[in-house]
């Protein structure tokens, strides 16, 4: 402890989504204090904000969040206060993170050659070198935008630990000693237990026999699993893109036309919308809630001996829920 300058260096994190709270109160550890902007089980992709969170955000001056873009209603308001000295640390920005961008086009579409041409918008896209294709003059090019979602996959929370660590050393350099046991801390933690387990919920999975094994395991509503499927060697469809975007008419009539002519086992989503609904009974899926942007608590999950803060838990649901449909 540092006593000459604790009465001046009040040490306080705002996060802006939930879901990284908990793994944020532990390298915070002994630092200082972390809030999140966001009750917990609320929207990560906030579309605005209420006028407590706007004070909250106003009077922040270290705030964490995963992307600019994950949260449309939050975009301007933390460019503001980058513009009036505030420190905003975008996870996706971190080069331990390793960020890549969304998904650009849906798997469950190309599994087998669908009537009709794809739509223009998923297709001709070779993701996954990282290297920005040269703008087509003849369609509208959207701008690309990265996938926030790294909490979903814990090498990467881990890796970035460290360099999230050297970064607020910066800001509370009398913290640094204490930032970098935590970090290395969490870190090996995740590495060393989390994954393996999660690892082992899978392959056991894997191993067992089933009836329907030419079915489709699942379908994500939500693209937010794209870490979490490359991490673990799960491939397979989303049917949406990212949740403030909506279906174009043509694209939600191919996955329908497609779900009729397919046996699916699991519609993983948050919310049983209309469309899962339709989605879910043409291709006799059942319907597994999950949440992937919000932690989750003990009563939530069964106990397991690695899942130890709501963070891990959500992992411990997520690699559960999946492990249902494999
Ligand atoms: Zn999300």
Redesign the pocket.
């Known amino acids: 402890m540092v006593q000459a300058s604790h009465a001046e260096t009040r040490r306080d994190l705002l996060v802006t989504a939930e879901v990284l709270t908990p793994v944020m109160a532990e390298l915070m550890e002994g630092v200082g204090n972390v809030r999140s902007l966001t009750p917990r089980g609320s929207e990560?992709?906030l579309t605005g904000l209420t006028v407590r969170q706007a004070r909250a955000l106003k009077e922040a001056k270290v705030i964490i969040s995963p992307d600019p873009d994950l949260a449309p209603g939050l975009k301007k308001h933390l460019a503001a206060r980058m513009r009036d000295g505030a420190v905003v640390i975008y996870l996706t920005k971190l080069s331990a993170a390793d960020a890549l961008p969304y998904r650009s086009h849906n798997p469950f579409l190309n599994l087998e050659s669908l009537s009709g041409a794809p739509d223009e918008h998923d297709h001709g896209h070779d993701h996954g070198d990282g290297h920005k294709k040269e703008k087509k003059k003849s369609t509208k090019a959207k701008p690309e935008m990265m996938d926030?979602?790294l909490w979903l996959d814990p090498l990467r929370m881990a890796a970035l630990l460290p360099e999230l660590a050297e970064i607020l050393s910066q800001i509370w350099p009398e913290a640094a000693p204490s930032l970098r046991a935590n970090a290395t801390r969490i870190a090996r933690h995740l590495r060393e237990e989390v994954h393996p387990g999660i690892t082992h919920i899978l392959e056991e999975a894997q191993m067992r026999n089933r009836d329907d094994s030419t079915a489709i395991p699942f379908m994500t509503y939500?693209d937010?699993y794209h870490y979490f499927q490359r991490r673990y060697g799960l491939s397979l469809g989303f049917i949406t893109q990212r949740?403030e975007e909506y279906l174009g008419a043509k694209t939600m009539q191919q996955l329908l036309a497609k779900a009729k002519v397919s046996q699916v086992r699991c519609l993983i989503s948050e919310r049983e919308t209309a469309a899962v609904k339709r989605f879910a009974k043409l291709s006799q899926a059942q319907i597994k809630p999950l949440n992937?942007?919000r932690s989750y608590d003990a009563k939530e999950v069964p106990l397991s001996p690695w899942a130890k803060n709501d963070y891990d838990r959500l992992l411990l649901a997520v690699a559960k829920t999946f492990a249902e449909c494999l």
């Open positions: 990560a992709h926030p979602h939500h937010a949740p992937s942007d």
